[in-house]
């Protein structure tokens, strides 16, 4: 592991790597996006709770209430490619852990489909006849469904790699496998959303803008700034307690030059995130250029901590038993039937994305300012 990744790896090995890390930045962005969006939402629904002064939906609630059910779909879709690449990266490691969490990991499909059908039901408006509290309830199981699954593959992740006590916790039957990293790990995942979702809905009122009031936008582009800046700073934050709380081997996985370059690499990402965020003080500030910098920020982030991340189960794992299977799954073929997908796939949801941008546009009232 002296090699910068993917470098230093056979060729198959090397390919199903970096197309496990490419396709999991392309699902951490929609999968952030619903994660953070379901949050928000849900706090918003508090609010008229707290006095009628509240109660209105700001611009931001409003645009990812609009597109949450459809990021919703897009991040299940997008979730399909790197499983399949984790599933022939590290198929023993990986599926032991499935079968030891057994049926209690697997209700993750359960909590997807209610969550689903959830988001769904809250768009119709259907609750909404009812007072507020029954949209408020929906959205606050939509969020333990996201949280539970969050948690779940965070676990599933974490068990993956202590293979020495594998056998252990199977006999004693146990359900739930506790782990010192468990906790920053999935502080990350979710304050590190809140960065993500920030940027895309920034990104959402660039393309909508003319449609948008004028002082409305202004407050919500201040509100973007102080999410995007306490989720970047958390974020940092979580990643080095990860960091001082992993044992002597795994940290000095990450000091190796297969992944250092990337953690500073992601370091580097969530400092330009922070330093485009920082001057934004109304709608206006919210231009092309300084959110196309802020994406390269995101980009950074993303793939350096998914490096990160990965050099830490590396180090774990027998990777050496594990090459064989990768050059035999290499020659099966494939490959060019998954990227000839791959676009096919893209370019659908591009599509639909631009449908549901259209039809919203049409049903949004002009611009008053």
Not at 202 to 216: C, I, K, L, M
Not at 225 to 236: I, Q, Y
Request: aromatic share 14%.
């Amino acid at each position: 592991m002296d090699a910068l990744f993917p470098f230093g790896f056979p060729g198959p090995t090397a390919m199903y790597l970096t197309f496990y890390i490419v396709t999991g930045v392309i699902y951490g962005v929609f999968m952030n996006y619903t994660l953070a969006g379901a949050i928000l939402l849900a706090m918003g629904r508090l609010r008229p709770f707290l006095g009628s002064r509240w109660a209105r939906p700001g611009l931001i609630e409003k645009v990812v209430g609009d597109w949450l059910p459809a990021m919703l779909g897009m991040a299940i879709t997008t979730g399909v490619a790197p499983l399949l690449f984790l599933q022939i990266l590290h198929k023993q490691s990986f599926y032991t852990a499935n079968l030891l969490l057994f049926h209690r990991f697997m209700l993750f499909l359960p909590a997807l489909i209610v969550a689903y059908y959830m988001l769904y039901l809250l768009k119709s408006k259907r609750l909404d006849v009812w007072g507020p509290w029954p949209p408020a309830s929906a959205l606050t199981i939509v969020v333990l469904c996201f949280i539970f699954v969050a948690w779940a593959w965070t676990e599933n992740h974490l068990l993956s790699l202590h293979h020495e006590l594998w056998g252990e916790f199977y006999g004693s039957g146990r359900w739930f496998y506790a782990d010192a990293e468990l906790w920053p790990r999935l502080g990350f995942t979710v304050t590190v959303s809140f960065a993500t979702l920030a940027l895309v809905v920034a990104w959402q009122f660039v393309w909508g803008r003319g449609g948008h009031e004028t002082s409305s936008l202004d407050l919500a582009a201040r509100q973007l700034r102080l999410l995007a800046v306490v989720a970047l700073a958390t974020s940092a934050a979580e990643a080095v307690l990860w960091f001082l709380w992993l044992d002597t081997p795994a940290r000095a996985a990450l000091r190796s030059s297969l992944a250092m370059p990337y953690a500073a690499l992601a370091l580097v990402g969530i400092t330009l995130q922070a330093a485009c965020w920082l001057p934004v003080k109304s709608g206006a500030d919210l231009t092309a250029k300084r959110l196309g910098l802020a994406t390269a920020g995101a980009v950074a982030m993303l793939v350096g901590a998914g490096v990160a991340r990965e050099a830490r189960r590396l180090a774990a794992v027998d990777l050496g038993s594990l090459l064989e299977s990768h050059r035999h799954a290499a020659a099966v073929g494939g490959i060019t039937l998954f990227l000839a997908c791959f676009l096919l796939n893209a370019g659908v949801i591009g599509y639909c994305a631009w449908l549901i941008k259209r039809d919203i546009a049409m049903a949004r009232p002009s611009r008053v300012n």
